[in-house]
């Protein structure tokens, strides 16, 4: 399992939705195990960038909410993640499903993840937290 409780924010629907993505991530990792790797990871990356996006806008809508001051930077890592998801998705085309294109991806997402929640989703949601507290 690749989440850990350490990336807990403390917002239950952000959480909720940051485990939705690592089993999605967990699925393009699978994919090695399958004859039909190619079409495994194309459905997975395809939930995931899907998912992605309506994830990045809920944490957009609590930003916005709560008149978070640094929005701005947080929006943009989300925009340049979905960027990135969608090239893989072109090399995934143009390249087939290799066992090094899986364990790239995999290891980009994984990181990106744990680094963006670590930092960035952590201090939204106790922004978020206190604006809740003081409204
Ligand atoms: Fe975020």
Do not use: C
């Not at 008149?67 to 930077?73: D, L, M, Q, W």
């Amino acid at each position: 399992m690749l989440w850990s409780k350490s990336f807990e924010t403390g917002n239950e629907l952000v959480d909720e939705q940051h485990k939705e993505i690592f089993r999605l991530v967990q699925q393009v990792l699978d994919a090695d195990a399958f004859a039909n790797r190619k079409a495994q990871i194309e459905t997975a990356l395809d939930f995931l960038s899907g998912y992605a996006v309506r994830h990045f806008a809920s944490e957009e809508a609590l930003m916005a909410e709560s008149n978070y001051p640094a929005f701005e930077e947080h929006k943009a890592q989300h925009d340049s993640f979905v960027k990135e998801v969608v090239a893989f998705m072109e090399r995934v085309k143009t390249e087939g499903g290799t066992i090094s294109i899986s364990e790239t991806i995999n290891n980009f997402v994984i990181e990106w993840l744990k680094e963006h929640i670590m930092d960035r989703d952590k201090a939204m949601a106790d922004h978020y937290k206190g604006w809740q507290v003081s409204n």
